[in-house]
């Protein structure tokens, strides 16, 4: 968990002139409502929106544990009443629309994303992605409120160049594999695969975002995320969630590395990503709250497409890595195959590769990544292993006879 001092916090920013936007208009103080504020990237988003601006956030979530150390009511903090958490399930209660009401920016970030659940939990997937979904944008719409609704990079599907021979030419043009907002086809595998229910959901909802910023005049950004990560990205199976869990690549890795277990390659590891920093994709987000006019109406890819490796190679990196914060010695046999049906189950299915144009963000908010994988890795695996190597040696340590 993050302490209070983990948190980048500037008392002179916050004294110093107004803040003004990319084109030099002060920026007036607003209420966000952020639904999903207690998870990975709305835990990193608080921190962003409280230490350097004046906007208040009304956090909404079921749990606060990422948050935590926003919420002490005793912090010397330069945000005392400007964050509020409201423990709401969406699916089910009444009080949402009130603080859609009261915000001047509403913030979806909910979303069931961890692959391990899309075969497992197709219907609670699909209902968590779409249905739930659904009152935030029709009170968003009705009340004449603004939406940044976080979607993922997984609407894309597979590549049109996973379709192509192995020996063909295309192979090597980049138009056939590079994903663009606005002109790139959404390819998914078989309804027998469900491990596509996720990508149709979020795709889903997208359209209808669209529909009613076409329709009713919705102000919408649409947020398509490349694999963030960074620290308090899911859990550690067993120390901070249930032993059971299968959690994303990221902290799945660090969980065998933590436990000095091999990693877990499915099918070989051979799918292609891209990763960006969690602070460098928070800085891409602040630029659209607080830039309306050039972010309403557009979907954005948000990742680094600099930082792209195998799941192989990332499990490669990640073992020097973390051998080189631990100071422990890597594993003689780092990594193990398995079949994507023993990992994951019946019905899953993959992408071949990820790489997000990023044409319209820059030419739109001026953004762009700067962090490296390897300084990405070293700082999120520097976290983990501070935070959870001491707690996973006492789960795994056993009891010496006498």
């Known amino acids: 968990m993050a302490t209070f001092s983990e948190v980048s916090i500037s008392d002179k920013q916050m004294a110093t002139a107004p803040r003004v936007d990319l084109d030099g208009n002060t920026i007036r103080p607003m209420t966000i409502c952020m639904i999903g504020a207690g998870g990975f990237i709305g835990s990193h988003l608080c921190e962003k929106v409280l230490a350097e601006t004046s906007h208040t956030v009304l956090a909404v979530d079921v749990y606060n544990d990422k948050i935590k150390h926003l919420l002490e009511p005793a912090a010397p903090a330069p945000w005392a009443g400007r964050i509020q958490f409201h423990r709401i399930n969406i699916k089910n209660d009444s009080r949402l629309e009130?603080?859609?009401?009261?915000?001047?920016?509403?913030?979806?970030?909910?979303?069931?994303?961890?692959?391990?659940?899309?075969?497992?939990?197709?219907?609670?997937?699909?209902?968590?992605?779409?249905?739930?979904?659904?009152?935030?944008?029709?009170?968003?719409?009705?009340?004449?409120?603004?939406?940044?609704?976080?979607?993922?990079?997984?609407?894309?599907?597979?590549?049109?160049?996973?379709?192509?021979?192995?020996?063909?030419?295309?192979?090597?043009?980049?138009?056939?594999?590079?994903?663009?907002?606005?002109?790139?086809?959404?390819?998914?595998?078989?309804?027998?695969?469900?491990?596509?229910?996720?990508?149709?959901?979020?795709?889903?909802?997208?359209?209808?975002?669209?529909?009613?910023?076409?329709?009713?005049?919705?102000?919408?950004?649409?947020?398509?995320?490349?694999?963030?990560?960074?620290?308090?990205?899911?859990f550690i199976p067993g120390i901070d969630g249930p032993s059971e869990g299968v959690p994303r690549v990221l902290a799945c890795f660090s969980n065998n590395l933590l436990r000095g277990d091999p990693l877990k390659l499915v099918d070989g590891g051979h799918s292609q990503r891209t990763f960006v920093y969690i602070k460098d994709a928070i800085e891409a987000v602040m630029l659209m709250i607080e830039n309306p006019a050039r972010a309403n109406g557009h979907i954005f890819n948000v990742g680094n497409p600099h930082n792209e490796v195998t799941v192989r190679q990332l499990a490669e990196m990640m073992t020097q890595v973390y051998s080189k914060v631990s100071g422990e010695a890597s594993l003689e046999v780092p990594t193990i195959d398995v079949s994507s049906k023993e990992f994951y189950g019946e019905g899953y299915d993959d992408s071949d590769k990820r790489i997000p144009d990023m044409t319209i963000i820059n030419k739109q908010l001026g953004w762009n990544p700067k962090t490296s994988l390897w300084d990405l890795l070293e700082s999120t695996l520097t976290y983990q292993h501070r935070t959870y190597a001491q707690a996973v040696k006492q789960a795994t340590s056993k009891p010496v006879a006498s």
């Open 98 to 234: 009130g603080l859609i009401k009261m915000a001047d920016l509403t913030i979806n970030l909910a979303a069931i994303c961890t692959p391990a659940d899309y075969n497992t939990r197709p219907l609670d997937t699909i209902y968590s992605n779409f249905i739930d979904a659904l009152p935030v944008v029709k009170y968003c719409s009705e009340n004449s409120k603004r939406l940044i609704h976080f979607s993922t990079c997984e609407v894309y599907g597979k590549t049109i160049g996973s379709f192509l021979p192995k020996d063909s030419p295309l192979l090597k043009d980049p138009a056939y594999f590079l994903l663009t907002e606005d002109a790139s086809p959404c390819i998914f595998g078989p309804i027998e695969k469900q491990r596509w229910s996720y990508a149709c959901a979020k795709q889903l909802i997208e359209r209808l975002i669209y529909a009613e910023g076409a329709e009713n005049g919705l102000e919408f950004t649409i947020v398509r995320p490349f694999n963030w990560i960074g620290p308090r990205m899911d």
